[in-house]
């Protein structure tokens, strides 16, 4: 198992920066996919980034393509995702999640949280207008 715990977020003004963190214990970081999820109130939990296990291949979802980068220090078992010129539609709980694929599947991306089998316990992240 993985225990992950997110932290880096905050209130940021329209157009500013946050960068998250994700950080991992329990296993070797190395050998997980790693995703990005928000959810706002009302609203039900939406795809961000993902990242494969080897950090070679990322995916974004279309609204934050361009203006966040989701990266990973293995060393560290940390990912992180920057977020720049950010929008009040950003306004959301950020979660991390995580997910077991071997080494055939270094490159494997997931967007759909119920891939997923490891979630922290998310991050506010708000951003006024």
């Known amino acids: 198992q993985v225990q992950l715990v997110e932290s880096g977020g905050g209130l940021v003004q329209a157009g500013g920066s946050l960068r998250l963190s994700c950080a991992a214990s329990?296993?070797?970081?190395?050998?997980?996919?790693v995703g990005w999820f928000r959810q706002a109130p009302g609203k039900e939990r939406e795809f961000v980034a993902a990242i494969s296990r080897s950090g070679g291949s990322t995916n974004y979802a279309d609204s934050v393509k361009g203006r966040f980068t989701f990266s990973r220090d293995n060393a560290k078992n940390t990912v992180y995702l920057q977020m720049n010129s950010l929008k009040p539609e950003d306004t959301a709980v950020y979660y991390c999640?995580?997910?077991?694929?071997?080494?055939?599947?270094?490159?494997?991306?997931?967007?759909?949280?119920?891939?997923?089998?490891?979630w922290g316990q998310g991050t506010q992240v708000t951003v006024s207008s």
């Open positions: 999640a995580a997910v077991y694929t071997s080494y055939s599947g270094r490159h494997y991306l997931a967007s759909r949280p119920e891939e997923y089998d490891y």
């Open positions: 329990g296993r070797t970081f190395s050998i997980y996919a």
